[in-house]
């Protein structure tokens, strides 16, 4: 079984400059979550998907911030414009919702942004 | 009361040692409490939970003790191993009908196991 994929897997941008990132979840996964883990500290929710619908955008700055997830597959964040604090590693998961609700979440690589 | 408090933030042992985590957390709502391990590079992987029915859970050297009192659980890593040096996390989530999943991390623990 694939894992969750993500890319790139690097990125390096100006301050003030757009980015976006692309997760592709394990097929069958209803739920797919991107959190940000800023260096030395756990990852921190930032959108949850189901299906294309959201479920948890409440950590999500709003203001730059923005996510998709068109036909309840793959997943973009986006960061518009971009501030020296994004600076972080973006990780995609998800998550089956058959069986209960203690699923496993199962994490991609992530995307080590870095915004200088 | 959403905030899940891990320590120590780094750990050192000898090859063989019992490193322990300790997390605590507020939320008496949480009610899955699962440890993830990661490798420099890599996502955060699945290593062991535990839900609050339980007092104490096994798998292979890992294990997670659980104090629902006092809203306590740590991981106790058996016989441990350099390839066990990653950084490892504890998490909450809340369970029930209004599960979402969302998890809540600790800061993190960096491990390393000396040869």
């Known amino acids: 079984e694939a894992g969750v994929a993500q890319s790139p897997r690097y990125k390096i941008i100006e301050k003030r400059q757009s980015v976006a990132f692309w997760c592709n979840p394990i097929s069958g996964h209803a739920t797919l979550y991107w959190y940000q883990q800023i260096l030395g500290q756990g990852p921190k929710l930032l959108i949850q998907f189901q299906n294309n619908g959201v479920v948890d955008d409440s950590q999500l700055p709003k203001d730059r911030f923005s996510a998709e997830r068109l036909k309840g597959v793959d997943s973009t964040l986006k960061i518009q414009p971009a501030k020296l604090e994004d600076s972080a590693v973006y990780l995609c998961?998800?998550?089956?919702?058959?069986?209960?609700?203690?699923?496993?979440?199962?994490f991609g690589p992530g995307t080590r942004l870095t915004v200088l | 009361q959403q905030q899940v408090k891990q320590s120590p933030q780094s750990l050192i042992v000898q090859k063989g040692g019992i490193p322990i985590i300790n997390c605590a957390y507020e939320?008496?709502?949480?009610?899955?409490f699962p440890w993830y391990q990661q490798f420099p590079g890599k996502g955060p992987a699945l290593l062991i939970a535990?839900?609050?029915?339980?007092s104490e859970k096994k798998e292979g050297r890992f294990t997670i003790s659980f104090n629902k009192s006092a809203k306590q659980f740590s991981l106790h890593i058996m016989d441990s191993q350099p390839g066990d040096s990653a950084t490892y996390f504890c998490a909450a989530s809340k369970g029930g009908s209004s599960n979402t999943g969302k998890l809540i991390f600790g800061q993190g623990t960096t491990l390393q196991v000396k040869p």
């Open positions: 535990i839900r609050p029915d339980v």
């Open positions: 939320n008496t709502a949480f009610d899955y």
């Open positions: 998961a998800s998550r089956t919702i058959t069986g209960g609700a203690y699923n496993e979440q199962f």
